[in-house]
């Protein structure tokens, strides 16, 4: 077929992040500062919209998508959303972002709608330190989530934990410690450069090779892989579609650890997804500012096929981010906040 999602690159996207809002209940620094909880973006794509983008990359090949924000559960009825997806020929896995203070109590409806995914935006453990991080956020409504995440019938949360150096770099062994009671997957991303100021940044970056290192001097054990001939230290089998993060178990762990190396280690060899905004704009990689707007077009399907593949006509090999060990990131890279992407 001409119109499977092949870039230049011969890079397969099966997989679709769609933004169903800007807005967030939260401020969190390296997203969306000053908390923008009623951020102006427009009218948001509609269910309809969305409906419809999803239905024409299916038939592009298109097998899961991620629904993200801000934050996604601010938009009502998202469980009705998660259905209609569901239902689309092709769509195996539709899965959710979320900070989780809103989860709780919708949890149960997502699940039985068809969310097959979850994962959970947490920075500390520590409430005072979660607070200040978040611009105010409850950390107790977001482990209440977890547990109500795992009663509805999720067998694997995802927790998302950004490493800022001097910030919460001192609770890796806490977050490690959560694998060992959970079935967990916890993955410490390495912080971004993001939005128009990025003064500061390199302050608050720390790359995670000393991950390892910590495990070993708080005397976690890591174990081998499932399949044989590896050695503790690397890392567990990677299933197909379990994305950019490399994962370690601790020995006897119910759960699992991984990293993502998006600025020291990228993986855009091996990216397969593409970025729609909330407001319809396509956006093929997370750190370049080239954008397709193809709202206006929705209704379409073969006009929003050549609109897709034009859009990774334009998807670079790599970001640039980091081309030179110490270099600054480029600002035309990085000009929208991460809660104006998705992620």
């Not at 900070?99 to 453990?125: M, W, Y």
């Not at 302050?203 to 290192?213: F, K, Q």
């Not at 503790?232 to 190396?261: C, V």
């Amino acid at each position: 077929m001409s119109d499977i999602l092949v870039d230049h690159f011969g890079r397969l996207h099966n997989y679709v992040r769609i933004s169903v809002t800007e807005r967030c209940n939260l401020g969190c620094q390296y997203c969306n500062p000053g908390r923008v909880e009623k951020a102006v973006e427009g009218n948001p794509l509609t269910f309809d919209e969305i409906e419809r983008i999803v239905r024409v990359l299916a038939e592009m090949g298109v097998t899961k998508v991620r629904l993200t924000g801000g934050e996604p559960l601010i938009r009502p009825n998202l469980e009705e959303l998660v259905a209609r997806l569901r239902a689309i020929s092709g769509i195996e896995r539709v899965g959710l972002t979320t900070n989780g203070l809103l989860l709780a109590p919708k949890v149960q409806k997502l699940r039985d709608a068809g969310l097959t995914d979850l994962n959970v935006s947490l920075d500390s453990l520590i409430p005072e330190r979660y607070s200040r991080i978040t611009g105010g956020g409850d950390v107790s409504k977001v482990l209440h989530a977890l547990a109500a995440g795992f009663k509805a019938g999720f067998e694997i949360l995802k927790l998302n934990m950004v490493l800022m150096k001097g910030v919460n770099d001192d609770e890796i062994e806490s977050f490690l410690q959560l694998t060992q009671k959970y079935p967990l997957h916890v993955r410490f991303i390495e912080y971004m450069p993001m939005g128009h100021d990025i003064n500061g940044w390199e302050a608050g970056y720390m790359p995670l090779d000393g991950i390892l290192e910590r495990c070993v001097k708080a005397g976690f054990s890591l174990e081998a892989g499932p399949d044989s001939g590896r050695t503790t230290d690397e890392p567990t089998e990677k299933a197909a579609d379990s994305g950019p993060a490399h994962y370690f178990r601790i020995q006897g762990a119910a759960g699992q650890f991984g990293l993502i190396h998006p600025v020291s280690q990228h993986f855009c060899n091996s990216c397969n997804r593409l970025r729609i905004t909330a407001n319809g704009h396509v956006k093929p990689c997370l750190f370049w500012n080239e954008e397709l707007y193809i709202r206006p077009y929705i209704a379409q399907s073969e006009l929003l096929k050549q609109l897709f593949l034009r859009a990774l006509e334009a998807k670079p090999g790599q970001h640039i981010m980091m081309d030179q060990p110490g270099s600054k990131p480029p600002l035309k890279a990085t000009m929208r906040l991460m809660s104006q992407i998705g992620g």
